[in-house]
Every structure is written in structure tokens, then in C-alpha cells.
């Protein structure tokens, strides 16, 4: 029990401090500007009374929502097609190209073109969580493939293993830290793609919406309230959820003598 608390200390530690330094800057920006800045009491006693509204966690709410839709989707066909890359050189090329074609855009921009299709609702939010998410997966899993070992590769095929065979057995196994890796790297993309899709996509409710509704009322309180929300869930989604999933897939990496990280 002790040791679990000492591993949950240590993970926790670190961006108490990180948040501590930042709620230090905002509370110096008050005494500074005191009329347009908020003390940092005032932004949590807002927060704790937002926290009893309903309207509050339907925001937290619809943003999960349409997260839970597009991220998964993004990571499906990020690592599908970045795995069928290992089997084909020239579909590896043709997607490498693809994606270095597309991923220059913002996915912000599809937005209008999604809105003349669709209309404004949850379809262009998603699909523009898919869009961000997408090439960082596809490019990480792409990676992990070249790095296969070609001894294992050949075994594979002197023993008469078929290409759906090598995809399952030898690929997808040794792909898999890139493939968590490409998952961290995707959820940045869609969280903060989510939340700009929130602010200029028309949307009435979710935490991008919330943000820029109170930016546009001039409710400084409310700005703040929702920034560190915003950040309290990402940092909760990535450094706990998902870095948790990856000690439990990838344990043998973190076993003493065989790199403790």
C-alpha cells in the first residue's frame, strides 16, 4: 500500500508543481491588472459554484462525447493503414505522401467546407478530431513497421506464414509501442482540435463553446474557470488514463533491470 502511494505520489507531484507555477503567474497578473484579471480564490470560488449547475458538466459532457466518437475512430484507422503500409511499399509511399500533403492544412480549416455538407452539429466536430488525430497515428504506426525486425520477418515466411498471418503475428506485435505512442501524440491533436471546433463551429454547448461564450460576455472569471478545466482533463486523459494503458500493455518495459521509468 505504501509503495502504491509512493508510485502515485511520484506521478502526481510533478505537475502540482507545474500547476501551482501557473496559478502563481495568474494570481501576479492580478496584482498587476487587478480590474481585468481575477484572483485565483475568486476563479476557484467560481468554479466550485459552476460545479453544482448542469450546464457545467453537459459541456464536460458533449466534448467526451464527440472525443470518445472521433479519437477512437482516428486510432483504428491510423494504425490499420499504417500496418498495411508494412505490407506494401508502394501504399506506404503513396500514404506517407497523403499524409504529408494534408497534414500541412489545419484541420480547423475543413470546418466550413464540413458545415455547407452536414450543417453545424457534431458530424464536423468529429470529423475534424478524426482528421487532427489521424496522421499522427498513421505516421507513428507507419514508423514502428520499418523498424520490424527483418529476421522475424523471414522466419515468419519460412515457416509459411501468410500476409494476414505476418500482420497479426509479427507486425502488430512489434508495432505496438508505436502504436501507444502515436495514440499520446493523436489525443493532443484531438483534444485541442475539439475544443477550437467548439469555439467557431456553431456550436450551443461543450467546453470550447462555454470558453468562447464567456470571452464573448467579457467574463474573465469564466475564461479562466474553463482554461483550467480544459487543462485538468487533458492532463488527466493523457498522463493518467492513456500512461497508464501503455505500463499495462507495454509492462515488460517497466520492470526493474529492464528500464524503470
Known sequence: MNKLLRNIWRQIWPFLIAAGSLLLLLQLGHLRQPIVIPAVP???ERLFRDIGKSSFWQSIASSLYRLGIGYPIACFLGGLLGLLAGLSRNFAVYLRSLIGILQSIPPITWLPMLAILYGYGNIPIIAIIIIASFFPMALSVMNGTEGVSHTHLEVAKVLGAKRGQLLRKVYLPETLPAFITGAQVAFGNAWRSLVA?????????????????????????????YIIVIGTIATFIDQFFLEFLKRRLLHWRYIKGGGDH
Do not use: Q
Open 42 to 44: 475568486d476563479v476557484f
Open 197 to 225: 471546433g467548439e469555439m467557431v463551429g456553431g456550436m450551443a454547448v461543450g467546453l470550447g463553446f462555454a470558453i468562447s461564450f464567456s470571452g464573448e460576455v467579457a467574463d474573465m472569471k469564466g475564461v479562466i474557470m
